[in-house]
């Protein structure tokens, strides 16, 4: 069954440094979505991303970072100079698009990132 | 803004006893999308159940099941026959229903972790 992958799955950085995350969508999905949960809050929204463009954003999602689509196959997440709040599980979605339909976003195993 | 809340952070059951997780939202759209997804120790998300608004019946998969309260805002989530795989953290998730094209992101609540007793 395909599946969303997303490297690497645990990545240390200091403070202040950019991190670059990685994930590869199903293949033929359309819709991008990155996701952060901060240890033991829920799971917040941060980006989707479809037709190579930002569709919406959270308030959370400032000029930090950054979305893109490199090739064919990547979805990437960038934090250009991290901070200690940044620390957090970072999900991967993606899902088909219909028009008005119900499509399940699937989400991959996540990156945990630490900022020290 | 939408919001989901679930009241619950942890809940027990015995294994193959029923349990319920409870999750209640406020919105202001007639129309929209609620899900459970499960999130065992792995930590990769898996959706578990996911109810149409617009649709009165209840939706069922298996031994999950939901009770879906529309006038009240509620979307709780039953399951039956619980068994040691089960036990994982539950997020309830609200999604709109955007007939201009778009997807809508996905607004979870705080999540119950489920543990399951041998």
């Known amino acids: 069954e395909p599946e969303v992958t997303q490297t690497p799955s645990h990545q240390v950085t200091q403070m202040g440094q950019e991190v670059i995350l990685r994930c590869v969508p199903i293949s033929n999905h359309l819709y991008f979505y990155w996701y952060r949960q901060i240890l033991g809050q829920k799971v917040e929204f941060l980006v989707s991303?479809?037709?190579?463009?930002?569709?919406?954003k959270s308030e959370i999602f400032d000029d930090q970072f950054s979305v893109e689509r490199p090739d064919g196959s990547n979805f990437t997440l960038k934090i250009r100079s991290t901070k200690l709040e940044d620390s957090a599980m970072y999900f991967c979605?993606?899902?088909?698009?219909?028009?008005?339909?119900?499509?399940?976003?699937?989400f991959g195993p996540g990156t945990r990132l630490t900022v020290t | 803004a939408q919001t989901v809340t679930q009241s619950q952070p942890e809940m027990s059951v015995q294994e193959a006893e029923t349990v319920t997780l409870s999750c209640t939202y406020d919105t202001s759209e007639s129309d929209y999308y609620l899900f459970w997804y499960k999130q065992p120790p792995s930590r990769q998300m898996i959706l578990v159940i996911r109810q149409e608004a617009y649709k009165q019946q209840n939706a069922t998969e298996n031994r999950f099941s939901v009770n879906f309260q529309k006038a009240a805002k509620s979307f709780s989530l039953k399951i039956s026959d619980s068994q040691l795989g089960d036990a994982a953290m539950y997020f309830c998730a609200y999604r709109s229903r955007n007939y201009g094209g778009s997807q809508g992101n996905l607004i979870f609540g705080k999540g119950t972790k489920l543990s399951v007793k041998p």
């Open positions: 979605a993606s899902s088909e698009w219909a028009s008005g339909a119900s499509y399940e976003q699937y």
């Open positions: 991303f479809y037709n190579n463009e930002i569709s919406e």
